[in-house]
Nanobody
Framework: QAELVESGGGSVQAGGSLKLSCAAS????????MAWFRQAPGKEREAVAA????????YYTDSVKGRFSISQDHASGTLYLQMDNLKPEDTAMYYC????????????????????WGQGTQVTVSQ
């Protein structure tokens, strides 16, 4: 059974919205750090949004602030990424990630902090 399973990707026009979901196994869902990353063709993987449960804080990369929102549903063990006002530059494969071991608030955007990854879900935004 996969530990992290993303869904919700698709194709939308600029200005549209999508909500990504990441279903986590109970053990992985207890991770102190969970995050969404994305990777566009020919570009490096980048962090988009993260949750550090120890402080109950969320973090966003500058390009998505005010447009994206990361959240968790503890009842279902699901991590979400609500994406509004999507832009063509948001086009990428989006990955859910969890840090199984100790992680730190100051490094939630470092992909090396995460050792559990989903298979990814494609988001395509057209003009």
């Amino acid at each position: 059974q996969a530990e992290l399973v993303e869904s919700g990707g698709g194709s939308v026009q600029a200005g549209g919205s999508l909500k990504l979901s990441c279903a986590a196994s109970p053990y992985i869902y207890r991770s102190n750090c969970m995050a969404w990353f994305r990777q566009a063709p020919g570009k490096e993987r980048e962090a988009v949004a993260a949750i550090y449960r120890g402080l109950g804080e969320t973090y966003y990369t500058d390009s998505v602030k005010g447009r994206f929102s990361i959240s968790q549903d503890h009842a279902s063990g699901t991590l979400y990424l609500q994406m509004d006002n999507l832009k063509p530059e948001d086009t990428a494969m989006y990955y859910c990630a969890a840090a199984e071991y100790e992680c730190y608030a100051h490094s939630v955007f470092k992909d090396t902090e995460y050792n559990r990854w989903g298979q990814g879900t494609q988001v395509t935004v057209s003009q």
